[in-house]
T-cell receptor, first 111, second 114 residues
Framework: GENVEQHPSTLSVQEGDSAVIKCTYS??????FPWYKQELGKRPQLIID?????GEKKDQRIAVTLNKTAKHFSLHITETQPEDSAVYFC??????????FGKGTSLLVTP | NAGVTQTPKFRVLKTGQSMTLLCAQD?????MYWYRQDPGMGLRLIHY???????AKGEVPDGYNVSRLKKQNFLLGLESAAPSQTSVYFC?????????????FGPGTRLTVL
């Protein structure tokens, strides 16, 4: 089955700096790569996703890049703010519904 | 719209007891999922359903059963709870349209098995 590895497990940046979280996947048939943000005690919420026919997608301060050949994708957050502090999960899927999640990255943005 | 709701929010069980977690969604989604979240382990799929009356096993199905008798509800049952099932359980749903669609999560149920 699909195996999704996520790094780093924890990340601390200063406010205004950029943060990058990387994920790799094993199944070359995977074609959908969402990123979820989970604040402490809250439910995961989708922040951005990318499909295999696209190499990059941006939404304001958030961007995701996908390298299908290398089977890895990354989340980039620019001009980080304290409210970006949360756990971020990457995921990969190939069947239209079920997803395999990475183990998460705890991001701390310090003022 | 309430979105995805879960009951109960918290529960403490003794080893061997049984319980059912209820998930309900009002978005008319075809797909529904049950995940468990443990520290450092991410979200692991327990069971899922692609439509009313259908269920399938996910990554960690042992010790759990599910039922989807109505499109809007997805039940997760623990027949004989074990301490290893102490976790936060999340339900999610997504629609059937094209290929992939966003999974919407419920608020979670924190279960402790003593």
């Amino acid at each position: 089955g699909e195996n999704v590895e996520q790094h780093p497990s924890t990340l601390s940046v200063q406010e205004g700096d950029s943060a990058v979280i990387k994920c790799t996947y094993s199944d070359s048939a995977s074609n959908y790569f969402p990123w979820y943000k989970q604040e402490l005690g809250k439910r995961p919420q989708l922040i951005i996703d990318i499909r295999s026919n696209v190499g990059e997608k941006k939404d304001q301060r958030i961007a995701v890049t996908l390298n299908k050949t290398a089977k890895h994708f990354s989340l980039h957050i620019t001009e980080t703010q304290p409210e970006d502090s949360a756990v971020y999960f990457c995921a990969a899927g190939n069947s239209g519904y079920a997803l395999n999640f990475g183990k998460g990255t705890s991001l701390l943005v310090t003022p | 719209n309430a979105g995805v709701t879960q009951t109960p929010k918290f529960r403490v069980l003794k080893t061997g007891q049984s319980m059912t977690l209820l998930c309900a969604q009002d978005m008319n989604h075809e797909y529904m999922y049950w995940y468990r979240q443990d520290p450092g382990m991410g979200l692991r799929l327990i069971h899922y359903s692609v439509g009313e009356g259908t269920t399938a096993k996910g990554e960690v199905p042992d010790g759990y059963n599910v039922s989807r008798l109505k499109k809007q509800n997805f039940l997760l049952g623990l027949e004989s709870a074990a301490p290893s099932q102490t976790s936060v359980y999340f339900c999610a749903s997504s629609r059937l349209e094209g290929t992939y669609n966003e999974q919407f999560f419920g608020p979670g149920t924190r279960l402790t098995v003593l």
